[in-house]
């Protein structure tokens, strides 16, 4: 057994957290514009897997040792929850839902990851606010989708809506099994290991949904293959792997506060430079969300340890 890693300085965390909100918050547009002209599952799954080579390379150049079995396979699992479930789903939404909706409609995710560690053995039970704000975010998206509406009118498809909020769950998963599960592995080995194994289920569904034949190179424009090295660099490497650091380092619930500043950045980025409307709808909805997620992430931090 590896002895204990010192805790990391609060400039790391602070630095981390940063990460997080800013880059994710712009990954929901390189997403969008990377599934303009490239098939949504091959797109990600070729993503992560690369980005999981380099960092496994680096990581064994620097005189990492080579992952066991059980650390193979536990990470794997995690990454499908996470890749494949979460961001894969997600990915394939961008292609009817706009980046920033998708961003806002991921804000109800702390909800989930609240449920999921709720139902955990040993979790803790939500308060009667969280309760209460469960129901708020739930509102909100409801708004945000406007099922009495149809497409033509303004509302938001179903199907990608369902999609998300299916992602939203797989992560919760993920990210609570992370949380608990022991293989010993460094952060950033996992995070490798994790990317590999949902890049590899990715591929996996691109091949049986049949991605591989509709992709064409020639047809990917630049600004696809711009997003996508993106994507591969600050989305994956940056991104991911300092999630998975976070997870390791901080409490579940504080983690989860990217979900409502993300939000923010993508809806911004989106009518900067994609000319995304930004309407009433999506600016009441939102408040809702984020004042959901706001109070359970203060709920549950007053019961974390510091």
């Known amino acids: 057994m590896n002895?204990?890693?010192?805790?990391?300085?609060?400039?790391?965390?602070?630095?981390?957290?940063?990460?997080?909100?800013?880059?994710?918050?712009s990954t929901y547009l390189g997403i969008r514009v990377a599934v303009e002209t490239m098939p949504p599952f091959l797109m990600a799954g070729v993503?992560?897997?690369?980005?999981?080579?380099?960092?496994l390379g680096f990581l064994r150049l620097r005189g990492a040792p080579w992952p066991t079995l059980r650390q193979w396979r536990i990470n794997a699992i995690i990454?499908?929850?996470?890749?494949?479930?979460?961001?894969?789903?997600?990915?394939?939404?961008?292609?009817?839902?706009?980046?920033?909706?998708?961003?806002?409609?991921?804000?109800?995710?702390?909800?989930?990851?609240?449920?999921?560690?709720?139902?955990w053995p040993g979790g803790i039970r939500p308060t009667v606010v969280t309760m209460g704000a469960l129901a708020l975010g739930f509102a909100g998206v409801t708004w945000l989708a406007a099922p009495w509406e149809n497409s033509a009118q303004g509302g938001i498809s179903l199907t990608g809506l369902a999609a998300i909020l299916v992602a939203c769950v797989s992560w919760a998963i993920g990210s609570i099994y992370s949380r608990h599960a022991k293989h010993d592995a460094d952060a950033f080995v996992a995070s490798a290991l994790q990317m590999l194994g949902g890049g590899g289920?990715?591929?996996?569904?691109?091949?049986v949904?049949?991605?591989f034949t509709r992709f064409n190179a020639a047809a990917v424009t630049l600004n696809s293959w711009v997003a996508f090295v993106y994507l591969v660099t600050?989305?994956?490497?940056?991104?991911?792997?300092t999630f998975v650091w976070l997870m390791k380092h901080s409490t579940p619930a504080r983690v989860a506060t990217y979900a409502y500043v993300n939000p923010v950045v993508a809806v911004f980025l989106g009518w900067l430079l994609l000319g995304e409307p930004i309407?009433?709808?999506?600016?009441?909805?939102?408040?809702?969300?984020?004042?959901?997620?706001?109070?359970?992430?203060?709920?549950?931090?007053?019961?974390?340890?510091?």
């Open 47 to 55: 993503r992560f897997t690369l980005a999981g080579l380099l960092l």
């Open 209 to 211: 949904l049949g991605d």
């Open 3 to 25: 002895p204990p890693a010192p805790a990391p300085s609060r400039s790391a965390l602070l630095l981390a957290f940063a990460a997080i909100y800013l880059i994710w918050g």
């Open 79 to 119: 990454g499908t929850f996470l890749l494949l479930g979460g961001n894969g789903l997600v990915v394939w939404a961008e292609q009817v839902i706009p980046s920033g909706v998708t961003a806002l409609l991921i804000g109800v995710s702390p909800l989930f990851i609240v449920l999921t560690e709720w139902m």
């Open 201 to 207: 289920s990715l591929l996996l569904a691109a091949l």
């Open 234 to 241: 600050m989305g994956s490497l940056v991104g991911f792997s």
């Open 279 to 306: 309407g009433p709808r999506t600016l009441v909805a939102s408040a809702i969300i984020v004042a959901a997620v706001a109070i359970i992430t203060t709920q549950k931090s007053r019961r974390d340890p510091a």
